[in-house]
């Protein structure tokens, strides 16, 4: 089999307009307004608006490389874990709504010898997007398939260029407790925080998303910009960066820090280590019926293992 995983980066030819993204249940949806349209001919130009109106507009197929059809933007949109604003996944959009993520800056500093506080504009200027198909598993057993831009976060470390000291990436989320309600419950130690090991940060398939469906990231995904480690459990995919922090020791994370043995440092998806409290083994992808099997590494493999020759992977990290 040839080269077609979607993680390399794609020639800009090859990147899909918004326009014609569409997953097949999008095409049913279109399918049936159209039938209802035809059966209401009397109204027919409202339902023919209708149809234009649906998001994203119909189009064919972006698929994952294992051929997995890209999750609805409204699903992607509207089934979120933010726990800033709220533990409820279907209220999280409404939560975040109005929530400004202009002027943002992110500094990124520490063990480098070119430490700078980057401007949003400035980091789409300097970094050219790409676009990328990733499954995003999250350690509670479902999952989505996310058409992502972005760029990947070794072109924005190598800008800082990390020292021969740095063996470790620090990320902070914004903390703005007056305006994202769920920072008030001091059952998290906030601001949310998550780190990555260096050649972890540095791999090719680790990238902060600017965006999803060729749109600009919406607040419940973590705009302005966030990281999306595919290989991990989706709390890794920290949201709404304002630090990025190289590091000489392992850094604390949030989820580590309230429960260690249920959440460990590395998190890889590892379908034969279950969660303390429920199994690994199977995942239900959202939008389908049955459960499909969970892929060692979220089907990553091929890229990923090599990083963790070293580790015993039948135990929990
Ligand atoms: N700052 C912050 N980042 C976060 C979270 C969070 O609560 N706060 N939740 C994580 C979890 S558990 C998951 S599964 C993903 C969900 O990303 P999505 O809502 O864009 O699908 O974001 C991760 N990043
Ligand atoms: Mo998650």
Redesign the pocket.
Known sequence: MSNIYKSEPIRSSEITPKQVYLSRRDFMNAATVAASAALLAACAPSAADEIQNLRPVPSSTAADELGSIVNRYED?TQ??????FTVDKQL?AEEAKGFRVQPWTVEVGGLVNQPKTFGMEDLLKLLPQEERIYR?R???AWS?V?PWQGFTLASLLKLVEPTADAKYVRFE?VYRPEEMRGQNSLLYPWP?Q?GLRLDEAMHDLTLLATGLYGEPNVP???API?LVVPWK????????IVKIELVAEEPATLWNHIAANEYGFYANVNPSVDHPRWSQATERRIGELNRRPTLMFNGYGEQVAALYENMDLSVHY
């Open positions: 992607i089934y979120n874990n933010y726990y800033e999280v995003l999250c350690v509670e989505m996310i989320s949310y998550e419940q995904n973590g966030r459990y989706g709390f890794k995919s920290i949201k709404s």
